[in-house]
Protein backbone atom coordinates (compact mmCIF):
# COMPACT_ATOMS: atom_id res chain seq x y z
CA UNK A 1 0.00 0.00 0.00
CA UNK A 2 1.01 3.48 -0.42
CA UNK A 3 1.85 5.93 2.55
CA UNK A 4 -2.00 7.61 1.44
CA UNK A 5 -3.39 4.40 1.46
CA UNK A 6 -2.50 3.93 5.09
CA UNK A 7 -3.13 7.28 6.51
CA UNK A 8 -6.62 7.35 4.85
CA UNK A 9 -7.21 4.04 6.91
CA UNK A 10 -5.86 5.73 10.20
CA UNK A 11 -8.46 8.86 8.97
CA UNK A 12 -11.32 6.55 8.46
CA UNK A 13 -10.42 4.54 11.76
CA UNK A 14 -10.50 7.58 13.48
CA UNK A 15 -13.51 9.00 12.78
CA UNK A 16 -15.30 6.03 13.03
CA UNK A 17 -14.10 5.67 16.60
CA UNK A 18 -15.36 9.67 17.20
CA UNK A 19 -11.22 10.74 17.53
CA UNK A 20 -10.06 13.59 15.57
CA UNK A 21 -6.96 12.49 12.70
CA UNK A 22 -3.94 14.29 14.24
CA UNK A 23 -4.76 12.44 17.67
CA UNK A 24 -3.05 9.32 16.12
CA UNK A 25 0.48 9.40 15.01
CA UNK A 26 1.68 6.86 12.39
CA UNK A 27 5.08 5.53 12.73
CA UNK A 28 6.61 3.69 10.03
CA UNK A 29 8.75 1.12 11.04
CA UNK A 30 12.15 1.46 8.85
CA UNK A 31 13.81 -1.68 10.35
CA UNK A 32 15.58 -3.77 8.00
CA UNK A 33 14.23 -1.62 5.15
CA UNK A 34 16.72 -0.89 2.25
CA UNK A 35 17.67 2.64 2.27
CA UNK A 36 15.80 3.79 -0.93
CA UNK A 37 12.56 2.54 0.03
CA UNK A 38 13.13 4.64 3.44
CA UNK A 39 14.24 7.92 1.40
CA UNK A 40 10.91 7.37 -0.90
CA UNK A 41 8.82 7.87 2.27
CA UNK A 42 10.79 10.59 3.55
CA UNK A 43 10.19 12.28 0.54
CA UNK A 44 6.81 11.83 0.20
CA UNK A 45 6.66 14.13 3.30
CA UNK A 46 6.66 11.96 6.25
CA UNK A 47 8.72 12.26 9.07
CA UNK A 48 7.86 10.02 11.82
CA UNK A 49 9.83 6.81 11.93
CA UNK A 50 10.67 3.61 14.64
CA UNK A 51 13.82 1.57 14.58
CA UNK A 52 14.22 -1.76 16.26
CA UNK A 53 17.94 -1.61 17.17
CA UNK A 54 20.15 1.59 18.06
CA UNK A 55 23.06 0.20 15.69
CA UNK A 56 21.04 0.06 12.73
CA UNK A 57 19.54 3.11 13.57
CA UNK A 58 22.80 4.96 13.92
CA UNK A 59 23.94 3.58 10.32
CA UNK A 60 20.74 5.28 8.84
CA UNK A 61 19.55 8.17 10.55
CA UNK A 62 22.60 10.58 10.74
CA UNK A 63 22.98 11.04 6.99
CA UNK A 64 19.11 11.27 5.99
CA UNK A 65 19.23 14.10 9.10
CA UNK A 66 21.78 16.32 6.75
CA UNK A 67 19.17 15.85 3.70
CA UNK A 68 15.44 16.12 5.62
CA UNK A 69 14.43 18.23 8.62
CA UNK A 70 12.47 17.49 11.64
CA UNK A 71 12.56 13.58 11.75
CA UNK A 72 11.10 11.98 14.38
CA UNK A 73 13.00 8.63 15.42
CA UNK A 74 11.39 6.37 17.73
CA UNK A 75 12.99 2.96 19.38
CA UNK A 76 10.32 0.37 19.38
CA UNK A 77 12.88 -2.45 20.34
CA UNK A 78 14.96 -3.41 23.28
CA UNK A 79 17.46 -1.40 24.47
CA UNK A 80 20.10 -2.07 25.84
CA UNK A 81 21.71 -0.58 28.79
CA UNK A 82 25.27 -0.13 27.51
CA UNK A 83 23.25 1.65 24.28
CA UNK A 84 21.13 3.82 26.39
CA UNK A 85 23.71 6.99 25.76
CA UNK A 86 23.67 6.58 22.16
CA UNK A 87 19.52 6.49 21.90
CA UNK A 88 19.97 9.27 23.93
CA UNK A 89 21.64 11.29 20.32
CA UNK A 90 19.38 8.93 17.79
CA UNK A 91 15.95 8.85 19.30
CA UNK A 92 13.33 11.47 20.11
CA UNK A 93 10.93 8.68 21.80
CA UNK A 94 11.81 5.25 23.25
CA UNK A 95 9.18 2.64 23.33
CA UNK A 96 10.63 0.10 25.10
CA UNK A 97 11.06 0.88 28.66
CA UNK A 98 10.91 -2.51 30.51
CA UNK A 99 13.03 -2.85 33.48
CA UNK A 100 14.18 -1.04 36.59
CA UNK A 101 17.93 -1.28 35.37
CA UNK A 102 17.05 0.36 32.33
CA UNK A 103 14.93 3.04 34.09
CA UNK A 104 17.73 4.05 36.59
CA UNK A 105 20.20 4.28 34.04
CA UNK A 106 18.03 6.34 31.69
CA UNK A 107 17.46 8.95 34.85
CA UNK A 108 21.13 9.32 34.82
CA UNK A 109 21.97 10.12 31.64
CA UNK A 110 18.91 12.17 31.75
CA UNK A 111 20.65 14.04 34.56
CA UNK A 112 24.02 14.11 32.94
CA UNK A 113 22.70 15.46 28.84
CA UNK A 114 19.90 18.08 30.32
CA UNK A 115 17.27 16.05 28.44
CA UNK A 116 15.55 12.89 27.71
CA UNK A 117 13.59 11.31 24.71
CA UNK A 118 9.91 10.96 25.50
CA UNK A 119 9.22 7.67 26.99
CA UNK A 120 7.18 4.46 27.03
CA UNK A 121 6.41 1.56 29.09
CA UNK A 122 6.79 -1.86 27.32
CA UNK A 123 4.37 -3.61 29.26
CA UNK A 124 4.16 -7.30 28.31
CA UNK A 125 0.29 -8.34 28.10
CA UNK A 126 0.22 -11.42 27.51
CA UNK A 127 2.76 -12.40 29.89
CA UNK A 128 5.03 -14.04 27.54
CA UNK A 129 8.09 -16.10 28.97
CA UNK A 130 9.89 -15.22 25.82
CA UNK A 131 8.92 -11.29 25.51
CA UNK A 132 9.89 -8.05 27.47
CA UNK A 133 8.18 -5.83 29.02
CA UNK A 134 6.31 -5.48 32.73
CA UNK A 135 3.64 -7.73 33.78
CA UNK A 136 0.12 -6.34 33.65
CA UNK A 137 0.37 -6.47 37.66
CA UNK A 138 3.60 -5.04 37.99
CA UNK A 139 3.22 -1.68 35.67
CA UNK A 140 1.43 0.63 38.20
CA UNK A 141 4.37 -0.12 40.77
CA UNK A 142 7.15 0.30 37.88
CA UNK A 143 5.32 4.04 36.75
CA UNK A 144 5.23 4.71 40.35
CA UNK A 145 9.16 3.84 40.22
CA UNK A 146 9.86 5.92 36.65
CA UNK A 147 7.53 9.07 38.28
CA UNK A 148 9.91 9.35 41.54
CA UNK A 149 12.68 9.47 39.43
CA UNK A 150 11.12 12.03 37.16
CA UNK A 151 11.31 10.56 33.76
CA UNK A 152 9.77 12.19 31.20
CA UNK A 153 6.85 9.32 30.75
CA UNK A 154 4.67 9.60 27.84
CA UNK A 155 2.79 6.36 27.89
CA UNK A 156 2.85 2.86 27.18
CA UNK A 157 3.47 -0.08 24.54
CA UNK A 158 2.56 -3.40 24.07
CA UNK A 159 3.02 -6.13 21.43
CA UNK A 160 0.18 -8.82 21.72
CA UNK A 161 0.57 -12.25 21.29
CA UNK A 162 0.41 -13.40 17.57
CA UNK A 163 -2.15 -16.33 18.25
CA UNK A 164 -4.07 -14.38 20.35
CA UNK A 165 -7.54 -11.38 19.68
CA UNK A 166 -4.90 -8.07 19.88
CA UNK A 167 -8.09 -5.98 20.85
CA UNK A 168 -8.21 -7.87 24.20
CA UNK A 169 -4.62 -6.86 24.63
CA UNK A 170 -5.09 -3.47 23.38
CA UNK A 171 -8.37 -2.64 25.98
CA UNK A 172 -5.55 -4.12 28.67
CA UNK A 173 -2.93 -1.64 27.84
CA UNK A 174 -5.33 1.44 27.44
CA UNK A 175 -7.21 0.20 31.20
CA UNK A 176 -3.34 0.74 33.05
CA UNK A 177 -2.96 3.55 31.27
CA UNK A 178 -5.87 5.26 32.02
CA UNK A 179 -5.88 4.35 36.22
CA UNK A 180 -2.51 5.99 35.89
CA UNK A 181 -2.93 9.02 33.94
CA UNK A 182 -0.96 7.99 30.86
CA UNK A 183 -2.47 9.44 27.91
CA UNK A 184 -0.02 7.42 25.23
CA UNK A 185 -0.78 4.21 24.20
CA UNK A 186 1.77 2.57 21.52
CA UNK A 187 0.03 0.15 19.93
CA UNK A 188 -0.96 -1.60 16.76
CA UNK A 189 0.17 -2.66 13.80
CA UNK A 190 0.30 -3.19 10.18
CA UNK A 191 -2.47 -6.07 10.57
CA UNK A 192 -4.44 -4.62 13.32
CA UNK A 193 -3.97 -0.73 13.89
CA UNK A 194 -7.57 -0.11 12.84
CA UNK A 195 -8.72 -1.82 16.08
CA UNK A 196 -6.08 -0.69 17.72
CA UNK A 197 -7.28 3.35 17.05
CA UNK A 198 -10.80 2.25 18.20
CA UNK A 199 -9.09 1.21 21.45
CA UNK A 200 -6.95 4.74 22.12
CA UNK A 201 -4.15 4.04 20.38
CA UNK A 202 -1.72 7.33 19.94
CA UNK A 203 0.60 5.96 18.30
CA UNK A 204 0.29 3.10 15.60
CA UNK A 205 3.44 0.93 14.43
CA UNK A 206 3.12 0.26 10.20
CA UNK A 207 5.94 -1.07 8.56
CA UNK A 208 5.48 -3.88 5.66
CA UNK A 209 1.98 -1.99 4.64
CA UNK A 210 4.18 0.77 3.50
CA UNK A 211 7.75 -0.38 2.94
CA UNK A 212 6.64 -3.92 1.82
CA UNK A 213 8.32 -7.13 2.61
CA UNK A 214 11.00 -6.50 4.83
CA UNK A 215 14.47 -7.05 3.09
CA UNK A 216 16.14 -10.01 5.83
CA UNK A 217 19.55 -11.26 5.03
Known sequence: MSLDDIKTRIAKAC????????AVSLIAVSKVQP????????????????E??????????PEFRETFQNIDLHLIGPLQTNKARQAFELFQSVHSVDRPKLAKTIARLAQEEGHCPRLFIQVNTGEEAQKAGIAPKETDAFVAECRAMDLPLEGLMCIPPVNEEPSLHFALLAKIAERNGLTGLSMGMSSDFESAIALGATHVRVGSAIFGARAYG
Open 52 to 61: NRVQEAAGKW
Open 35 to 50: NERVAAVLADGHRTFG
Open 15 to 22: KGASRTED
